[in-house]
């Protein structure tokens, strides 16, 4: 006996060999179809009739074969492979078909594929910080809320509590602590304003990032007086310094301070701040009695030790907290929160991002009912085909295998279109939003998203196959060969309810669309307080070291008068930041007198925020009681405050504000000093948020080196060249930076908002395509499935126009059950979304009602077609085809 | 009347055509052929049912197939028994021989209790 190789082998070589067995098979076959028929004409038939006889009894040849195959190879591979072969040339024979399945599918695994490169960047993937899970950002809380704070309860951290967290919580390996602030690079080109994040020396060993180039500041340049070194970011070392890598060891000029260049980071460190240019050593005195000279001011980030949770450690440091707390009155009803730096990293956007991940969810559903839909007419039109290839023995299962192969082989298309879709929309995506929104350098479709997307277009395809071949498997072979269509069979009934359910989907997409829309229109249109049309603004930096104190007052002062003065010019004024979206000066406690005298925690506080004289005339803000700052005010250092509507209702109920004298703990000496003027609120902290109660300083009094400048005048883009070289006047050493229209400086900081919406709307719109191209489909066929049924009804005399609104109610009525579904499912869901939105309510009516008319217009314009078409078939000819 | 295939017990038709291919190697349609006529025409073994038949015992490695030429000069494919075929057959028929002596007993016993 020859010796037979391992079955697995005989397996492959027979599979590589396919072609060549299947000539084999078909030789053998023939031979026994010609022995059949000679030994029939032998016994006395005619030729023609033993070759037929002998053809009939072999069955189908090709079924024989096929089996032959499956039995050969394991059923599975080759099987699915024929298919595939099969069913794909049955695609090309009708292309419209396959395109608008294909491009469905591309649309929606696209989309989805988008959203999840998004979610998985900024929510999934490990931060890129080795064990980044062990980082956490770690703030101060107030337990009793009558200290009011930008971000209401957490404040920045005390340096006092920073020091005694890194000595007594011994859960943590580190703690380091980082401000935000800005230099003025001088002497390297043209003066420019550069972001700084001032860090202690445990920064960098903390975050574990080595520098690209040169080393990291060590201990002893993180001390009051020590030299100033400053790490470059690589964007700032390609930009300035051409990527020289001999610019480690160069002394430039920052803030008019010579500081040594040490090191350059490598191209993607960032922390937290997107566009950060220098890191330099912190510097700070870590001798003082920081409890008594200041407040909170800095951040902390720590890194929990290895092998001990973040929980742990929380309860560890709320222990330690809780031991100050008890110990030191500054501390008292204070705690911390230690939040994962990851979720600090994601925050607001998070939320954005669930909803549009849920609503690109919805559109896959959609997309998959649609297309499940047109796979059903398919069959149903394929239903004899089918009848007549179970009749010559296809089994039941090759039937169902084949079509899953179809809808998988669509899907697996649909899916490669729709990653080409997904990088052109995530390029879109990073060419729109403003680079803080997106806290992550680049957005890639790389091999993780690939593989979802691969992942997401497998299952879409089995779950749209899994319908109609389903339903071929349970139709008889005999009642299909038999009806010739003209009852509502199960699939139609099916493919109602999958029209009805898209319609439903459809809705509370709408619906979220619509109320983010209606958002992003209150949001532009709010009131915020003050007048911010034609508002050019800019900010300047004073290098402290060539300004002392009076001087800074003197230059803002001629500053706001050189704006003022240029042609066009209608005002001009300073404050030290912007209104509305620019952080306050701080939040601090004030004592009023003729009231007890509180223990420091107990105290009232306000939000604090610096102006020059004019502020509130220029900026349109009314003056409500007494007066605001003028030039004169500068002769005294302490002229007094000016506090807004908010303080006055909040703190100054029953007296007469005007009569008020009061002492803020913001400087070393802090005298009672009376209200000037009460003024009117300006919202706090954003679009959405409110008025805080808020203590105005003069500049004179609370002098700043970085102060923001107003202009207003009718095209405040054509003052920005007049503007700048008026200050380069006063200092041509300046670095103007971020020169920008008020109304431009909103939109940005609505940019997530209005990205949110433009892509929800986006995806609204699909799903309503989709959904009527789904509406008309299935009228359509229906109309097409009873032409014989309507043209009888036409010959024997029915109106044609009630034959149309026949049609047309079906449609209708689809439309309104979904409609039905869909408003009730939004009311439920939709309440989801009450944090994205602002001056809307998730039930808002008027976006319901326009969602609702929206689509019965779509509904009405999908009905009308199969509805002409049916009133238009002609009686003689329908009847005539069967 | 001829009985068809597929009346038969599951399995015999592999007994079938084992035992046929005992006599020596023979192509698919003589096997079918053989069957009928030694059934005295009760057994139609469909083609159907044979070819897949066949190419099952191949790949289980009970029967192997080569081309070869019939008594009319032509080319077809002929099956032979493999060892392993050969024992088949002979533990196939051992059992039907037993299964049938023993539905015969049971029959047997039945009529004489009648």
């Known amino acids: 006996m020859p010796l037979r190789p391992p ?111 998004l979610v998985d960047q900024l929510l999934l993937r490990p931060l890129p910080y080795p064990n980044g899970d062990q980082l956490v950002a770690v703030n101060e809380t107030f337990i009793t809320s009558n200290i009011s704070m930008p971000s209401p309860g957490r404040s920045s951290v005390s340096a006092a509590n920073w020091l005694d967290w890194q000595r007594e919580a011994h859960t943590f390996e580190s703690f380091a602590a980082w401000r935000a602030t800005t230099f003025t690079l001088t002497g390297v080109g043209d003066p420019v304003r550069l972001n700084v994040q001032l860090v202690s020396n445990e920064f960098f060993p903390l975050l574990g990032v080595a520098p690209l180039l040169g080393r990291i500041p060590t201990e002893a340049e993180d001390r009051p007086n020590a030299p100033v070194v400053a790490v470059l970011s690589y964007q700032l070392w390609q930009r300035r310094f051409s990527g020289d890598p001999n610019v480690i060891g160069r002394v430039v000029q920052m803030s008019d301070r010579p500081t040594e260049i040490i090191g350059v980071m490598p191209a993607g460190f960032r922390f937290i701040q997107q566009d950060i240019d220098v890191w330099a050593p912190y510097r700070l005195d870590r001798n003082a009695e920081w409890r008594k000279i200041a407040g909170r001011f800095m951040n902390v980030v720590a890194r929990v030790r290895s092998g001990v949770t973040v929980a742990t450690a929380r309860t560890d440091l709320e222990g330690v907290a809780a031991r100050l707390a008890a110990t030191h009155d500054f501390n008292k009803n204070t705690s911390v929160n230690v939040v994962e730096l990851r979720k600090e990293l994601s925050g607001a956007v998070a939320s954005s991002l669930i909803v549009l991940y849920a609503a690109v969810g919805v559109l896959l559903a959609i997309a998959c009912f649609n297309v499940a839909n047109l796979l059903l007419a398919r069959a149903a039109a394929r239903k004899k085909e089918i009848a007549l290839r179970t009749s010559l023995g296809a089994g039941r299962w090759a039937i169902v295998r084949q079509l899953i192969v179809e809808s998988l082989l669509l899907a697996i298309a649909g899916g490669i279109l729709g990653v080409f879709l997904a990088r052109w929309s995530l390029a879109a995506v990073m060419a729109f939003a403003p680079a803080d929104m997106i806290r992550v350098p680049e957005l890639r479709v790389d091999q993780r998203v690939l593989l979802y997307a691969l992942t997401v277009s497998i299952l879409t395809g089995l779950i749209v196959g899994l319908a109609p071949a389903l339903l071929a498997a349970r139709q008889s072979i005999i009642s299909s060969l038999r009806a010739s269509g003209s009852s509502v069979t199960q699939s139609t009934r099916l493919r109602h309810v999958l029209v009805v359910a898209q319609v439903a989907m459809t809705v509370v997409l709408l619906c979220g669309a619509g109320l983010l829309i209606r958002t992003v229109i209150a949001l532009h249109q709010a009131d915020s307080g003050f007048d911010r049309r034609d508002l050019l603004t800019m900010e300047v930096a004073l290098p402290g070291v060539r300004y002392a104190p009076d001087q800074r007052t003197l230059f803002y002062r001629n500053a706001v008068a050189a704006l003022r003065a240029l042609p066009g010019v209608q005002a001009a004024a300073a404050g030290n930041s912007l209104p509305v979206i620019g952080g306050p000066r701080g939040g601090t406690i004030f004592h009023r007198l003729g009231t007890p005298e509180l223990p420091m925690n107990d105290r009232p506080s306000a939000t604090i925020r610096v102006v020059a004289p004019g502020y509130f005339r220029a900026l349109g803000v009314p003056v409500l009681q007494g007066r605001e700052f003028i030039d004169a005010d500068d002769a005294s250092p302490t002229p007094g405050f000016l506090v807004n509507e908010a303080f006055a209702k909040k703190f100054l109920k029953d007296v007469d504000p005007l009569a008020v004298s009061m002492s803020v703990w913001m400087q070393n000496e802090n005298p009672y000093l009376p209200i000037l003027g009460v003024v009117g609120d300006v919202t706090e902290g954003g679009v959405r948020a409110s008025a805080e109660p808020t203590i105005f300083y003069s500049n004179r009094q609370l002098n700043e080196t970085a102060m923001t400048l107003f202009l207003r005048a009718p095209r405040p883009q054509s003052q920005v060249a007049a503007a700048v070289a008026a200050l380069h006047r006063l200092d041509p050493n300046l670095a103007v930076s971020r020169i920008q229209t008020f109304d431009d400086a909103i939109a940005e900081s609505l940019a997530r908002d209005r990205l949110s919406a433009m892509v929800l709307a986006a995806f609204a719109g699909c799903a309503l395509l989709l959904a009527s191209l789904g509406l008309y489909g299935l009228l359509a066929y229906i109309v097409a499935e009873r032409t014989k049924e309507i043209a009888i009804r036409i010959a024997l005399g029915a109106r044609i126009g009630q034959l149309r609104r026949r049609v047309m109610g079906e449609g209708l009525a689809m439309m309104g059950g979904g409609a039905l579904l869909g408003v009730v499912a939004s009311l439920i869901l939709l309440r989801a979304m009450s944090s994205l939105l602002f001056g809307v309510r998730p039930q808002d009516t008027l976006t319901y009602v326009a969602v609702i008319g929206l689509l019965t217009i779509v509904a009405v314009a999908a009905s009308y077609l199969p509805a002409r078409k049916a009133s238009r078939i002609a009686p003689v000819t329908a009847l005539r085809q069967e | 009347m001829a009985v068809r295939q597929n009346d038969l017990l599951q399995g015999t038709l592999d007994l079938l055509v084992l035992r046929s291919l005992l006599a020596g190697p023979n192509h698919g349609y003589a096997i079918t052929t053989r069957i009928h006529q030694f059934s005295q025409e009760v057994l139609k073994v469909e083609e159907g049912s044979l070819y897949p038949a066949l190419y099952r015992m191949e790949e289980q490695g009970l029967i192997e197939s080569e081309w070869s030429t019939t008594e009319n000069n032509r080319r077809a494919r002929f099956y032979k028994l493999t060892r392993k075929g050969r024992h088949a057959a002979q533990a196939e028929l051992d059992s039907w021989l037993r299964l049938s002596k023993a539905i015969t007993q049971v029959l047997r016993a039945i009529e004489q209790e009648g």
Request: charged letters at 30%; aromatic letters at 6%; zero cysteines.
């Open chain 1, 7 to 117: 079955r697995f082998v005989r397996r492959l070589v027979s599979l590589v060999m396919w072609n060549q067995r299947d000539r084999e098979m078909e030789r053998e076959m023939t031979f026994h179809i010609e022995s059949l028929t000679r030994d029939l004409m032998s016994s006395g038939m005619s030729e023609d009739e033993a070759r037929a006889t002998a053809r009939r009894r072999f069955g189908s040849m090709l079924q024989l074969k096929e089996e032959g195959h499956d039995v050969r190879t394991g059923h599975l591979f080759e099987g699915v492979t024929r298919d595939a072969r099969h069913m794909a040339r049955g695609l090309r024979k009708s292309p419209v078909f396959t395109l608008t399945v294909v491009l469905t599918l591309a649309l929606a695994v696209g989309g989805n594929t988008a959203i999840f490169s």
